[in-house]
């Protein structure tokens, strides 16, 4: 996340904040070889300069993309008028529709039309075409491919989308895993995802990560039983004591 003096450093309720605020605009996102949000502070459209100047800077930056992706990203970012950019959307949204729909699409490749369309959606166009593949991509064994289907999931649902039910059976099997990249992963998503129904069904397992070895694993099992507190107080009321105890000591050990 590249931000000068952000708030907090939890990236994905960042990300999540500044989508939502209607003080910013979010102008690009690149997913490399790790994620890099660029948000802009735009109190109007006027100051097209800075656009231009992030989508060149991801052109030159970006590794391991398609060529049809860093000419995606030029084009808006050189766009001279909202209406063109308008138009160079648009075709994307049609070229994105065909792609997924073909057949065995690689996995790596699938990434990235994820990657468009998240792009797609943070300028302000509907991608819901593609929130399937994205939820498919939780399921992947390859931790860099599911967080990126985590990350876009929790930018493309609520906690009441029909899809949410299809991700609860990989949360829950995440947040058992041996990689604890894993489980901070799952739990993120428990924060943004999980609603007052689906809560039973993530509960032991986040309460069994308030004692894992990693720190932050811990905080983030913290945050989401914090989560889940302000959704239903009567599921956690009796673990309250138990999670404010660890969050004290994480508290005092940083």
């Not at 808006?76 to 699409?105: H, Q």
């Not at 991700?167 to 993120?188: E, H």
Request: hydrophobic share 45%; glycine share 4%; with cysteine.
């Amino acid at each position: 996340i590249h931000l000068q003096n952000p708030p907090f450093t939890n990236e994905h309720l960042l990300f999540d904040l500044y989508l939502r605020s209607v003080q910013y605009e979010i102008v690009s996102v690149y997913f490399g070889r790790g994620f890099s949000v660029h948000l802009i502070h735009l109190k109007n459209y006027q100051k097209m300069e800075q656009l231009k100047n992030i989508g060149r800077e991801l052109a030159m930056g970006s590794q391991g993309s398609s060529k049809e992706f860093l000419d995606l990203v030029k084009a808006i970012g050189e766009a001279k008028s909202k209406a063109e950019e308008e138009r160079i959307v648009t075709e994307e949204i049609e070229v994105l529709k065909k792609k997924i729909a073909e057949p065995d699409v690689p996995r790596r490749r699938m990434k990235e039309y994820i990657i468009r369309l998240v792009y797609v959606e943070m300028l302000g166009h509907d991608a819901s075409f593609g929130y399937i593949q994205a939820v498919k991509m939780t399921h992947d064994d390859n931790l860099l491919l599911k967080k990126t289907g985590y990350l876009a999931v929790t930018l493309f649902l609520n906690e009441d989308h029909d899809l949410i039910i299809l991700i609860v059976n990989t949360i829950q099997k995440d947040l058992r895993s041996d990689n604890f990249l894993v489980c901070c992963a799952a739990l993120t998503a428990v924060c943004r995802l999980i609603n007052e129904e689906t809560i039973p069904a993530v509960l032991p397992q986040v309460v069994d990560l308030l004692g894992h070895q990693k720190e932050l694993v811990r905080k983030k099992a913290v945050m989401a039983l914090h989560r889940f507190h302000q959704r239903s107080p009567s599921i956690v009321a009796h673990l309250v004591p138990k999670f404010r105890k660890v969050w004290l000591h994480l508290l005092l050990i940083t």
